[in-house]
């Protein structure tokens, strides 16, 4: 059992789980069914993010043993050693680019390695140097759903696939500048460079609302282009995106009481959830 809770935090399962889900949203929308070809891809590129956060716990072991946040992670707790994180990484990214090209060919399987470069070959040391790297970083999230969309048998000329991709590439970076807005203290004293110290935390959270409202209006795109046509699902995005922008419009205001970064990266969690069960289910009908 223990070792089944050390594997799964290696993999960081809640995250590849997520993954997963926005490449099952774009199999879904390419072919508008779901059914049994989806899963060797979606087997695939599971094991290949869990491949890519054993790769990223391996990169990251020296700065994670710095912040209590992470101190207490697999490798830096001394729980499993990083040569073993690295040799379990191997096998799930040969693994998974394997099952993705078994179940969808060679172009899938190559944007699945595409978004293993971008991860761990360029956000991963690109954070170490530049606090806006959650913005070239955020390309990751776009990528997945791009595999989904191939592996459906849609091409990667269709213009919906490019406002698909472009809605899961802009809600990541409010959802990681409120993470930093949470741990800023901590990333600077592991030596990463963090925005909390370049500019003020009112003018974050001034950037977080317009990247916010940026997420509501790419959703709202989504029916406009095509991707969702039932009337149920077009409703339910429009009252998620009106919800969103009026959850976040207190950012724009200077409060007296103590900002809790967590209760909004939470919220837009919840919103994003809502949009992937939507996009998701709505081209069964």
Same mark, same amino acid.
């Given at each position: 059992?223990?070792?089944?809770? $050390?594997?799964?935090?290696?993999?960081?399962?809640?995250?590849?789980?997520?993954?997963?889900?926005?490449?099952?949203?774009?199999?879904?929308?390419?072919?508008?069914?779901?059914?049994?070809?989806?899963?060797?891809?979606?087997?695939?590129?599971?094991?290949?993010?869990?491949?890519?956060?054993?790769?990223?716990?391996?990169?990251?072991?020296?700065?994670?043993?710095?912040?209590?946040?992470?101190?207490?992670?697999?490798?830096?707790?001394?729980?499993?050693?990083?040569?073993?994180?690295?040799?379990?990484?191997?096998?799930?990214?040969?693994?998974?680019?394997?099952?993705?090209?078994?179940?969808?060919?060679?172009?899938?399987?190559?944007?699945? $390695?595409?978004?293993?470069?971008?991860?761990?070959?360029?956000?991963?040391?690109?954070?170490?140097?530049?606090?806006?790297?959650?913005?070239?970083?955020?390309?990751?999230?776009?990528?997945?759903?791009?595999?989904?969309?191939?592996?459906?048998?849609?091409?990667?000329?269709?213009?919906?696939? $490019?406002?698909?991709?472009?809605?899961?590439?802009?809600?990541?970076?409010?959802?990681?500048?409120? $993470?930093?807005?949470?741990?800023?203290?901590?990333?600077?004293?592991?030596?990463?460079?963090?925005?909390?110290?370049?500019?003020?935390?009112?003018?974050?959270?001034?950037?977080?609302?317009?990247?916010?409202?940026?997420?509501?209006?790419?959703?709202?795109?989504?029916?406009?282009?095509?991707?969702?046509?039932?009337?149920?699902?077009?409703?339910?995005?429009?009252?998620?995106?009106?919800?969103?922008?009026?959850?976040?419009?207190?950012?724009?205001?200077?409060?007296?009481?103590?900002?809790?970064?967590?209760?909004?990266?939470?919220?837009?969690?919840?919103?994003?959830?809502?949009?992937?069960?939507?996009?998701?289910?709505?081209?069964?009908?």
């Amino acid at each position: 059992m223990d070792k089944l809770k $050390l594997l799964l935090e290696i993999n960081k399962v809640r995250i590849t789980f997520a993954v997963t889900l926005t490449m099952l949203a774009g199999y879904a929308l390419a072919k508008n069914a779901i059914d049994t070809g989806v899963i060797l891809p979606m087997l695939g590129i599971f094991i290949l993010a869990c491949g890519a956060a054993a790769l990223n716990h391996y990169q990251d072991k020296d700065r994670d043993a710095l912040m209590e946040r992470t101190r207490k992670r697999p490798i830096p707790s001394g729980k499993i050693s990083g040569n073993k994180v690295l040799f379990i990484s191997f096998i799930e990214i040969i693994l998974g680019t394997y099952l993705i090209y078994l179940g969808s060919g060679f172009l899938a399987a190559q944007l699945g $390695l595409l978004a293993l470069i971008w991860y761990n070959a360029i956000y991963t040391p690109l954070k170490r140097k530049t606090a806006v790297a959650v913005i070239p970083g955020s390309i990751i999230g776009s990528i997945p759903p791009m595999v989904g969309w191939v592996a459906g048998g849609g091409s990667l000329t269709d213009p919906r696939l $490019l406002i698909l991709a472009f809605f899961f590439f802009v809600w990541q970076v409010p959802h990681f500048w409120l $993470l930093m807005l949470n741990y800023g203290k901590e990333y600077e004293n592991a030596g990463y460079p963090s925005i909390t110290a370049k500019i003020s935390k009112q003018q974050i959270k001034n950037a977080t609302f317009i990247w916010t409202a940026a997420t509501a209006i790419a959703a709202l795109m989504l029916p406009v282009y095509g991707l969702v046509t039932t009337l149920f699902f077009k409703m339910i995005i429009i009252i998620a995106a009106v919800w969103l922008v009026a959850v976040f419009a207190p950012l724009l205001q200077k409060e007296k009481k103590e900002f809790n970064p967590f209760y909004y990266f939470m919220r837009i969690n919840y919103f994003v959830l809502v949009m992937i069960l939507s996009l998701s289910i709505d081209p069964l009908f």
